[in-house]
């Protein structure tokens, strides 16, 4: 983590070169930035600037290609298909792919379309009012 070329903040995926576990055969090779449910108000001022608290999400490969293929809400749209299917924020290195569950398909399909509604819903009071989305 320490060597991404950027912020890392909420919405941030990372391939990480390797396993999470460096030391073991994980599928988890990639890594994604949220908000943590556990902390809800990350965001804290001091007089030399913010920081924040936030969750990194260990990810397979497939689940990395399932959040780039999302437009803007990728993210969002796969930490909380980890979290449906069970795992919650916690990174368990030995974890398959959530992309193997029985039930995939009607996760992805319902984070998907709530994002998906999300965004047209932003888009539509943006061309409504452009002052009101900052």
Same mark, same amino acid.
Not at 47 to 63: A, C
């Given at each position: 983590?320490?060597?991404?070329?950027?912020? &890392?903040? @909420?919405?941030?995926?990372?391939?990480?070169?390797?396993? /999470?576990? @460096?030391?073991?055969?994980?599928?988890?090779?990639? +890594?994604?930035?949220? $908000? +943590?449910?556990? !902390? @809800?108000?990350?965001?804290?001022?001091?007089?030399?600037?913010?920081?924040?608290?936030? #969750?990194?999400?260990?990810?397979? =490969?497939?689940?990395?290609?399932?959040?780039?293929?999302?437009?803007? $809400?990728?993210?969002?749209?796969?930490?909380? !298909?980890?979290?449906? *299917?069970?795992?919650?924020? /916690?990174? =368990?290195? $030995?974890?398959?792919?959530?992309?193997?569950?029985?039930? *995939?398909? !009607?996760? &992805?399909?319902?984070?998907?379309?709530?994002? =998906?509604?999300?965004? +047209? #819903?932003?888009?539509?009071?943006? &061309? +409504?009012? @452009? =002052?009101? *989305?900052?």
């Amino acid at each position: 983590m320490f060597n991404h070329a950027g912020v &890392l903040s @909420p919405g941030v995926r990372v391939s990480l070169n390797g396993p /999470v576990d @460096p030391y073991s055969n994980s599928e988890l090779k990639h +890594a994604v930035v949220w $908000y +943590a449910d556990e !902390a @809800p108000e990350a965001w804290c001022m001091l007089p030399s600037g913010g920081f924040g608290l936030f #969750n990194v999400l260990g990810i397979t =490969d497939d689940e990395m290609e399932f959040a780039d293929s999302i437009k803007d $809400y990728g993210t969002w749209c796969i930490q909380q !298909a980890v979290k449906n *299917i069970g795992h919650g924020q /916690v990174t =368990d290195p $030995y974890r398959s792919s959530i992309m193997k569950h029985e039930n *995939i398909d !009607a996760v &992805l399909g319902g984070v998907r379309t709530f994002a =998906d509604t999300f965004r +047209a #819903n932003k888009e539509n009071k943006f &061309l +409504a009012d @452009p =002052d009101s *989305i900052t």
